[in-house]
């Protein structure tokens, strides 16, 4: 099992053109299968500057976070420092005693009691109550307006702040109701933090990326480093690119486990290598054989795949920190893939089926919840080039 020879220059080609056209400054892309490793670097690290995009080149992943964070709370359950289905409350009080809006759309003063606490399970899945509602309610405004709307932004808020607040808002759903995206994810971290004793870097750090040897990816990026990290990029109203950040290294205020880390392209593959070979990295085991395959399953009932299709697309649902393939609908959805994208320009994905991992690390962000061409494109040619 690997790669036709032929058909990776086709990759090549392909991805290659992205940069070409100057739809893309730069990437990094990896492929593996069956022992069989290719990675290339493309094009320059900022726009228009002579820095080649290097393979050790740090990426801002944003929502590819949330894998990680997903399995480093499935580390504590392991060890029965958590349970999935155990209320939250005692770690997390400011999530006790929720009340629930009467309709998601009305007023934030119009509520009922909710059924029942909130859980681990409903934290992994994104169905504790609240997270990326669509359109315009009400409880969107307030999460906005309290500075705790989703998104890829550095939260300036500390923990203990940014979950008052949280705390203060009604819930937008019954828990384990709907599938809302994101907030979970941080809500996760904050609970990792709590049940471990540690902060969320720590945890992640000792219990992760030292075990996988991931020792570029981290909350900031050293000062003696920030040569390293690429910026990140918008489309402007012309499509021209424009350049959203600064590189800074300092820590930030709140470690989101929704989307704050850095990393390279070998540190996040060692990462899915490890998901793919069912928990173990050479003489590390991260996680069990039956943690991983429960990370990796989909939890969603077909009404919350429905109600979310609009960010998970119409043949996926939704796992633990991840979406799974659930039906193939083209050459790149293997039921039981599993994966995730980054609004900043990251996708990456795992497939047990063909002992397949694909990474795409780039500047460009994301401009909507659609994935955009170079990610649909990027998977197609991965699987186009398997040589059987």
Not at 210 to 238: K, W
Not at 333 to 342: C, E, K
Not at 359 to 373: G, T, V, Y
């Amino acid at each position: 099992m690997g790669f036709a020879k032929q058909r990776l220059a086709r990759l090549h080609e392909v991805m290659n053109g992205y940069v070409v056209r100057g739809e893309l400054p730069g990437a990094v892309a990896a492929v593996s299968r069956g022992g069989e490793t290719h990675i290339e670097a493309f094009g320059t690290q900022a726009v228009g500057g002579t820095e080649p995009m290097r393979r050790d080149t740090i990426f801002r992943i944003a929502s590819n976070t949330k894998p990680i964070t997903a399995a480093a709370a499935l580390i504590l359950v392991e060890e029965c420092v958590l349970r999935l289905d155990d209320p939250v409350d005692e770690l997390l009080p400011e999530l006790a005693d929720r009340r629930v809006l009467a309709r998601p759309d009305g007023p934030l003063d119009e509520t009922v009691p909710a059924n029942r606490p909130i859980t681990l399970r409903d934290l992994l899945t994104f169905r504790f109550g609240l997270g990326v509602v669509l359109g315009d309610p009400p409880i969107f405004r307030a999460l906005l307006e309290a500075g705790l709307a989703p998104g890829v932004d550095v939260v300036d808020l500390s923990i203990d702040e940014w979950m008052r607040r949280l705390g203060e808002l009604p819930l937008a759903y019954q828990p384990g109701e709907q599938w809302l995206y994101h907030t979970g994810s941080d809500v996760l971290g904050v609970l990792i933090a709590r049940a471990s004793g540690k902060s969320l870097p720590d945890f992640l750090r000792e219990r992760i990326f030292e075990p996988l040897g991931m020792r570029d990816t981290g909350f900031h990026v050293p000062a003696d480093q920030l040569h390293r990290l690429a910026p990140s990029y918008l489309a402007g109203p012309g499509g021209e690119l424009v350049r959203r950040d600064d590189p800074v290294d300092s820590p930030p205020k709140f470690p989101v486990g929704g989307g704050g880390l850095v990393s390279t392209v070998d540190d996040y593959l060692a990462f899915y290598r490890m998901l793919l070979d069912g928990g173990r990295y050479g003489r590390e085991r991260i996680l069990s054989r039956p943690a991983v395959a429960l990370m990796c399953t989909d939890q969603l009932t077909d009404q919350q795949k429905a109600d979310a299709r609009a960010i998970l697309g119409e043949s996926a649902g939704w796992a633990f920190g991840q979406a799974v393939v659930t039906r193939r609908v083209d050459l790149s959805t293997t039921p039981g893939q599993f994966g995730w994208s980054g609004g900043l320009g990251t996708t990456a994905f795992g497939d047990p089926a063909e002992d397949l991992i694909g990474i795409l690390l780039s500047q460009r962000a994301m401009d909507s919840a659609a994935p955009p061409k170079h990610f649909s494109d990027f998977r197609t040619t991965v699987y186009q080039a398997l040589s059987d």
